[in-house]
């Protein structure tokens, strides 16, 4: 039950205390192997000595892989929860000299106006309170010619995202593209990928 909550956007204290240690031991365990695809497709978008932002990064299992297949990128998580946060920072120890989690928000990031080249996001779009809200941020923190890549369920709202970056006219580099990927794990054979760029 605690899972389906989390899979379908119940926030509640999922995240906190308890909670985050259990989603961490199924990130590691469990979707491991769907971070792991993830991360092979992130390390081929992202550009040689990138930064990268990972947008509600958990416990910072995709960090963590992205970090082990390539060791020339700058790696940044933030969550809402500062449990996940200390777990991330937990899981990024070997990986400290280029990789940190802060606590923050996706409408507020705490990051400097064009000090991102990729922002990925995996499994958190359809947890973020105010989807519309997030795009003037991830634009404002987005480098010329960069690129967002929001990997989430079907039912998530990436039409939302879409429809914002018109409306304020950012991230139009090219058209939005939603683009259906296999994990390769039963559990969660597939997600949906959306790529939008500056």
């Given at each position: 039950?605690?899972?389906?909550?989390?899979?379908?956007?119940?926030?509640?204290?999922?995240?906190?205390?308890?909670?985050?240690?259990?989603?961490?031991?199924?990130?590691?365990?469990?979707?491991?192997?769907?971070?792991?695809?993830?991360?092979?497709?992130?390390?081929?978008?992202?550009?040689?000595?990138?930064?990268?932002?990972?947008?509600?990064?958990?416990?910072?299992?995709?960090?963590?892989?992205?970090?082990?297949?390539?060791?020339?990128?700058?790696?940044?998580?933030?969550?809402?929860?500062?449990?996940?946060?200390?777990?991330?920072?937990?899981?990024?120890?070997?990986?400290?000299?280029?990789?940190?989690?802060?606590?923050?928000?996706?409408?507020?990031?705490?990051?400097?106006?064009?000090?991102?080249?990729?922002?990925?996001?995996?499994f958190s779009l359809h947890h973020w309170d105010n989807p519309q809200a997030a795009i003037p941020e991830l634009a404002r923190v987005l480098r010329p010619g960069g690129r967002v890549h929001i990997y989430d369920f079907r039912f998530a709202p990436f039409d939302v995202l879409t429809a914002a970056a018109q409306t304020h006219s950012v991230l139009g580099g090219q058209t939005p593209q939603?683009?259906?990927?296999?994990?390769?794990?039963?559990?969660?054979?597939?997600?949906?990928?959306?790529?939008?760029?500056?």
């Open positions: 039950m605690r899972l389906m909550r989390i899979l379908h956007g119940g926030r509640s204290h999922v995240f906190d205390g308890q909670g985050s240690q259990h989603y961490d031991r199924l990130a590691r365990r469990l979707f491991r192997g769907v971070y792991r695809r993830l991360a092979r497709d992130i390390a081929q978008a992202a550009p040689e000595g990138g930064a990268v932002l990972d947008v509600g990064t958990g416990p910072g299992v995709l960090l963590s892989e992205l970090a082990r297949l390539r060791p020339d990128l700058q790696l940044t998580g933030i969550d809402l929860s500062s449990d996940m946060i200390t777990a991330a920072k937990r899981n990024l120890t070997p990986h400290a000299t280029r990789a940190t989690a802060l606590v923050g928000d996706v409408t507020q990031l705490p990051l400097a106006d064009r000090s991102v080249d990729l922002i990925v996001s995996s939603q683009t259906p990927i296999r994990t390769g794990t039963p559990l969660l054979p597939r997600c949906v990928r959306l790529v939008m760029s500056s």
